[in-house]
């Protein structure tokens, strides 16, 4: 899978994508490649790294040296470059900054990424995010807007809300795998996302926790009150 993956990435590449999340691929006369971040395309002033593993740490941190927990956050850092001379390296260096995006989209492409709804997602949840089993439709469907937005999150959602129930609060374009162009005009590889992430679940934890404390009667107060 690793191998063919690789030669999948070398042949989008050929055909002409050349982007993936706010990156830019561009082959190098010398066979490899040069990774920069999107907004940085021709810019001279950026700094050169030439290893794989140089991405992982180019993806910890946004423009204000803040963690960024999501790799998908449209918040990538600045200011950079990445020179890699093989697709093998390339397809290591993607995984840091968008973990096993490109393996997604190439079992998409093969008819073989089933989406996961999310009531299917939160009705397997065991422990303390058992909880999440009592998110009200009209509650899960506001989050998801909210969480999942483009603001907040740049891979595509594929999952409906449950088995027959749309999501509701997200753009056409957020719920579509169809590649479509950069602002810039480059083609891409679409971040897809086939089943809520573990921060989704949590986060529809805190909305089930929160309302029930709400709903909650106060404590009995026993006793006089202090003077």
């Not at 950079?80 to 995006?101: I, Q």
């Not at 999952?159 to 950069?182: D, H, N, Y």
């Not at 404390?213 to 106060?218: A, D, I, L």
Request: glycine share 6%; net charge neutral.
């Amino acid at each position: 899978m690793k191998r063919n993956l690789t030669h999948a990435l070398e042949s989008w590449i050929r055909d002409g994508i050349r982007a993936i999340g706010q990156i830019t691929i561009t082959p190098t006369a010398q066979g490899g490649y040069e990774l920069c971040h999107t907004d940085d395309l021709g810019k001279a002033e950026l700094v050169a790294y030439t290893s794989a593993e140089d991405a992982r740490a180019l993806s910890f941190f946004d423009d204000a040296n803040a963690y960024r927990p999501l790799k998908t956050a449209p918040t990538l850092k600045h200011g950079w470059r990445l020179n890699l001379n093989t697709g093998e390296e390339l397809r290591h260096a993607l995984d840091y900054f968008y973990p096993a995006m490109a393996a997604l989209w190439h079992s998409h492409l093969q008819a073989n990424l089933p989406a996961v709804p999310l009531r299917d997602t939160l009705n397997r949840q065991t422990g303390m995010y058992a909880a999440t089993k009592r998110l009200q439709d009209e509650e899960g469907q506001e989050l998801v807007g909210q969480a999942c937005a483009a603001s907040a999150c740049a891979k595509r959602v594929l999952w409906a809300f449950s088995e027959g129930q749309a999501l509701t609060r997200l753009t056409p374009e957020k719920l579509s795998a169809e590649p479509r162009p950069t602002p810039a005009g480059i083609q891409e590889i679409p971040l897809l996302c086939q089943e809520a992430c573990n921060i989704l679940v949590a986060a529809c934890r805190e909305v089930v926790k929160k309302r029930e404390r709400s709903q909650s009667p106060p404590p009995q107060q026993t006793g006089s009150p202090s003077h």
